[in-house]
């Protein structure tokens, strides 16, 4: 989580905006924050709101450490509110609902924030709800409104908001916030390579599956070189057990994607492109024992068993099978 408005530098221009507009007293009293998943938006949002109520505000920054803060924090404070789809969409009767809360006196202060996420799941009556909010705004009450389809949103209620839109992050980036995080660089390097979205990429670093599932794939890798023959029995009884379900045997077929694109690099000489930089010694060897031909087939034969996988097909099998086809030629 963001705890001040300069660690926010993967967004400079969001950043930039809202800084000027605290420093200026000039807020706006709807601000649409449109971006992929996991980067910053919800971050921002809160941020913000703490920045409107904290009682020790240094600058532009919150304090973090006052009862509003951390209220806020908790999720608890009561001149917050937090709007969220109720099943797969935002009913009319949560705007009404909020639009209720909003006529009564603050209880903290005589600022009132609401925060919607997921506003373009707004249905149409919802949506014509929230309009009319906006087009007779209070004085001391904010929204904003959090999606990641602002072209599903009515035209009506994004030119009444002052937008705010959130560029996906840079592996490199995310890379340096991950570390920044705590976590080791191959992890993150590795967890950058698997989505956009930063949140995501923490989640993935702070479980111990996933540095395991890193630490199998790289195995396997060298059983399918150096130990052929134990390659099999290796998915049998390390592979499968681990990567019990598609979604977690997806994972580590991307990472086989990685390693085998990581020794292609090798090979015309990008190592700067390398996920698995920690290997690069073992990925470079066995790269001399191979064509880029080879490994290219290699590589498709991964992503044919990634397109087999969303078929009804026997996980274990696919492994075998995908093992065999990596063994060719070796």
């Excluded at 605290?22 to 924050?33: G, K, P, S």
């Excluded at 709800?129 to 990641?148: D, I, R, W, Y």
């Excluded at 980036?173 to 390097?189: I, N, Q, T, W, Y």
């Excluded at 290699?298 to 996980?315: D, E, G, T």
Aim: hydrophobic share 40%; with cysteine; proline share 3%.
């Amino acid at each position: 989580m963001i705890k001040s408005w300069a660690d926010l530098d993967y967004q400079p221009t969001v950043a930039r905006i809202v800084t000027n507009s605290l420093q200026r007293n000039r807020i706006a009293h709807a601000y649409l924050l449109d971006g992929m998943k996991g980067t910053g938006k919800k971050d921002v949002s809160y941020l913000f709101a703490k920045s409107l109520l904290c009682k020790d505000r240094n600058g532009v920054d919150p304090c973090q450490s006052c009862s509003n803060c951390k209220r806020i924090d908790s999720r608890n404070h009561p001149d917050v509110h937090v709007l969220e789809p109720d099943g797969n969409s935002i009913k009319k009767q949560q705007i009404q609902f909020l639009q209720e809360e909003f006529t009564k006196t603050g209880l903290e202060s005589k600022r009132k924030i609401y925060i919607i996420e997921h506003a373009d799941k707004m249905t149409t009556n919802a949506a014509n709800s929230l309009l009319k909010f906006l087009e007779e705004p209070n004085q001391e009450t904010f929204a904003f409104l959090l999606t990641e389809n602002v072209h599903q949103m009515l035209n009506t209620i994004i030119s009444r908001c002052q937008p705010l839109s959130f560029r996906a992050l840079t592996s490199t980036r995310m890379v340096d916030k991950l570390v920044e995080e705590g976590f080791s660089l191959p992890l993150a390097r590795t967890a950058s390579h698997l989505t956009n979205s930063l949140e995501e990429a923490v989640e993935l670093c702070r479980d111990d599956w996933f540095a395991l599932a890193r630490n199998l794939v790289i195995k396997l890798y060298e059983a399918l070189f150096t130990r052929q023959q134990q390659a099999l029995l290796f998915i049998q009884e390390k592979w499968m057990p681990h990567f019990q379900d598609r979604k977690q045997l997806e994972i580590g077929l991307d990472l086989m994607l990685f390693i085998y694109k990581d020794m292609l690099y090798a090979q015309v000489d990008k190592r700067e492109e390398f996920v698995f930089a920690d290997e690069k010694e073992q990925i470079e060897k066995f790269a001399l024992q191979t064509t880029q031909q080879r490994v290219t087939e290699h590589l498709s034969y991964i992503l044919q068993s990634k397109s087999r996988l969303a078929s009804n097909v026997n996980p274990h099998l696919l492994m075998e099978r995908l093992a065999l086809n990596l063994q060719e030629g070796y």
